[in-house]
């Protein structure tokens, strides 16, 4: 019978959960959940210096905003350090680890001579075979794999295909340094074996790697997990992702006003394909999602693509559900204070009720806080320069001749303010855009809006009136 499929993401906490590690992370969560297995969360916080709670928490909050779920607890990789020094002690007992005296002085001269003279391997084996009685007094050794000196070391990669390391190339690489703490390369395979993870889905900077977390795996007489090496995302021009291209914190698309289910989407086609579809619902995603359609070339990141594809969420999501979303970004984007400290059910509704105007022309929940504005503001309302130019004198008289219409409409719709505007229209001489614009500019603030009558409609008629009457002429 099959093993289950274990995946795992193994975020180091040095920073935030950035673009690459979020779909590295949504790769192995769909991987495992359309096999019906699972995908643990280790924290690999060895390095004692940069790793941080802030980082930590950044990593686990990215997560799950955007909807990437891990089962059990989070595992982390320094207090497993005991662990990872017993299999380095069954290593040397079984002779397939030595300890090495060599001094930093020593190591650095080895180091020159093998670039010098071209060569991969860069430690010379000195203290492979040698008797540890010839140690120098004093000196605390590390522990290095005695790795195979003859033949090969295969990976075969679900992405990369079949990739061959020549082991004369290969240096036997520490496993446990002279303070006693473990190196990445033992910590991670002895996890990853004790976790039960039978699927490596990382990015393929990690390619290297697998040859020597493959010898480990070997030595220990441990079968070797299946490997993905999946290529790293570039920015726009093909270099490698920057900041300036979008290599940010996953926080910070949340605080630039995407959907998560919108990025989820986007990341997921970025190195991946399938067919020509574009827009993936979660399930879909679940269910199509396969290791051999990654690519093995870097993905583009592409701004414009991701604007487009969280458009199209926005238009397809559910008036109430869009609005909450913004009310969850709220503490997080410039100004959004303002709303948080109106909010209230009755200003929750009249927000559901504009969201089918504003959500039209908005890319990004930042487009649609913008266009809620006008809702919310306090009186006296702020009018941008193009509102002022439109409110004129003349404007401002015909805003005051129309208010006995509007003060004496009892039912206030917006078929209802459209009539009385129509009819004003008629008796006036006047086209419909003489009437609405000005009322646009003295309702909203700007020249730009829903339509005229969704707005009169939301504002409700005592607010409406209210405007109307203080830039009235």
């Not at 690999?44 to 059990?72: C, F, H, M, P, V």
């Not at 594809?309 to 410039?334: C, F, K, S």
Request: some cysteine.
């Amino acid at each position: 019978m099959q093993a289950p499929v274990v995946t795992r993401f193994a975020p180091s906490p040095t920073g935030f959960l950035h673009i690459g590690g979020a779909r590295t992370a949504l790769f192995n969560w769909l991987y495992s959940r359309g096999r019906g297995g699972k995908m643990l969360l280790r924290i690999e916080d060895t390095d004692r210096e940069r790793s941080t709670q802030q980082a930590i928490d950044a990593i686990i909050d990215g997560l799950r905003w955007l909807g990437i779920t891990w089962d059990g607890d989070v595992v982390y990789q320094f207090a497993r350090a005991a662990r990872h020094r017993e299999v380095a002690e069954a290593l040397l007992a079984s002779g397939h680890a030595y300890r090495c005296y060599a001094s930093p002085e020593e190591l650095t001269a080895m180091r020159e001579t093998a670039r010098a003279e071209g060569r991969a391997k860069l430690y010379d084996g000195r203290w492979r075979d040698r008797d540890p009685g010839d140690a120098p007094a004093g000196v605390k050794p590390v522990i290095r794999l005695k790795a195979p000196q003859t033949g090969e070391t295969v990976v075969e990669d679900q992405v990369q295909g079949r990739v061959a390391w020549q082991n004369e190339n290969l240096d036997d690489f520490v496993l446990l340094r002279s303070d006693g703490t473990p190196t990445y390369m033992l910590a991670v395979v002895v996890d990853d074996h004790d976790m039960g993870v039978t699927h490596i889905i990382r990015g393929d900077d990690h390619l290297n790697n697998a040859a020597r977390q493959t010898q480990i795996y070997q030595a220990m007489g441990w079968a070797v997990p299946s490997m993905a090496h999946i290529p790293l995302i570039h920015g726009p021009d093909g270099s490698k992702l920057s900041k300036r291209h979008g290599a940010l914190g996953v926080d910070a698309y949340r605080n630039m006003g995407y959907l998560p289910a919108a990025l989820r989407n986007y990341l997921v086609r970025l190195g991946w394909s399938h067919g020509d579809q574009e827009v993936f619902s979660t399930d879909e995603m679940i269910a199509a999602f396969d290791l051999p359609q990654v690519g093995r070339s870097p993905a583009r990141f592409d701004f414009a693509k991701l604007e487009n594809l969280n458009g199209l969420y926005m238009r397809n999501t559910p008036d109430a559900e869009l609005v909450d979303e913004l009310h969850r970004l709220l503490p997080h984007i410039a100004g959004g204070e303002a709303l948080a400290a109106k909010w209230s059910p009755a200003l929750r509704d009249k927000l559901i009720a504009a969201m089918p105007g504003l959500k039209e022309r908005a890319k990004t929940l930042l487009d649609l806080f913008d266009g809620t504005r006008f809702i919310w503001a306090s009186l006296p309302l702020d009018l941008d320069d193009k509102a002022k130019a439109i409110l004129t004198a003349e404007a401002r008289t015909v805003i005051a001749e129309i208010l006995p219409s509007f003060e004496a409409s009892a039912d206030w719709t917006a078929g209802a303010t459209e009539a009385a505007v129509r009819s004003f229209a008629e008796q006036k001489g006047l086209k419909l855009g003489a009437i609405a614009q000005p009322l646009r500019a003295a309702l909203t603030g700007r020249v730009t809006s829903p339509p005229i009558f969704d707005v009169l409609a939301v504002l409700g008629k005592d607010e409406s009136l209210a405007r109307l009457r203080q830039q009235a002429g």
